[in-house]
């Protein structure tokens, strides 16, 4: 489970380089039905993960996107029509012992990289 949490994270981390800051995580569909995949996403990027009331939200952003192409919609309008439930704060002690393992992971990932071709 940590493994696909720090995917994600090492993504945050890339989209962050980019420019693209967050201070809250949105998570949905299947994923934002376990409370412990949620808190272990809050714990690891220390930050509040909120929760929207439908677990279809990822079809409704496809859908705004669509409505985007084709009519006056604006992608950043979209936060007004989907209404969360609630939210999963982080837990600090976690998000410091998850932050020294990432270190590992990602010192890991770097060093395997060069190898990643020779699996079939």
């Known amino acids: 489970m940590e493994g696909v949490i720090y995917s ?6 890339a989209l962050e380089r980019l420019g693209n800051q967050h201070d809250v ?13 949620l808190q272990m996403l809050a714990d690891t990027f220390g ?15 496809a859908a705004w996107l669509v409505l985007c192409s084709v009519e006056n919609y604006h992608l950043k309008d979209i936060k007004h ?3 969360m439930s609630h939210e999963i704060e982080p837990n ?4 410091d012992k998850y932050q ?3 270190s590992i992971y990602k010192n ?13």
């Open 25 to 37: 995580i949105y998570a949905s569909d299947g994923f934002a039905r376990s409370s412990l995949w």
């Open 108 to 120: 890991l990932y770097d060093q395997l990289k060069t190898t990643f071709h020779q699996l079939p």
């Open 92 to 95: 600090s002690v976690n998000h």
């Open 100 to 102: 020294h393992i990432f």
């Open 81 to 83: 029509s989907v209404t």
């Open 47 to 61: 930050k509040p993960v909120k929760i929207p009331n439908s677990h279809q939200s990822s079809a409704w952003g």
């Open 8 to 13: 994600i994270y090492h993504i945050g981390h």
